[in-house]
């Protein structure tokens, strides 16, 4: 559940940023993610990119690639937005 709370969060983040800077819609999302754990389980970038497919439907992330580099620590940070303007 923890991967979908993240996804939801990327893409709710990725949508402000996309509105501020008048993005018709986004392309790519660069994230960078640490070792999170919740509830005894670690959000995995597999789980967290399948979770990401799931919410973006009808937003302005619906054709985004999630693009996932390593971080550190608990991180869960945007690190690029891309689109359209």
């Known amino acids: 559940m923890h991967d979908l709370v993240a996804a939801q969060d990327i893409v709710k983040m990725a949508t ?3 509105k ?3 993005l018709k819609s986004v392309s790519k999302i660069v994230v960078r ?3 999170i754990v919740e509830h005894s389980e670690a959000i995995t ?3 967290l990119k399948f979770n ?3 919410v973006k439907r ?3 992330a619906e054709k985004a690639r999630l693009i996932i580099k390593p971080g550190k620590a608990q991180e869960l940070q945007i690190e690029e937005v891309i689109g359209v303007k």
Do not use: D, M, R
């Open 33 to 35: 993610l640490g070792n």
């Open 16 to 18: 402000q940023i996309a």
């Open 52 to 54: 990401f497919e799931l």
């Open 20 to 22: 501020k800077n008048k």
């Open 58 to 60: 009808n937003t302005l």
């Open 45 to 47: 970038p597999e789980n």
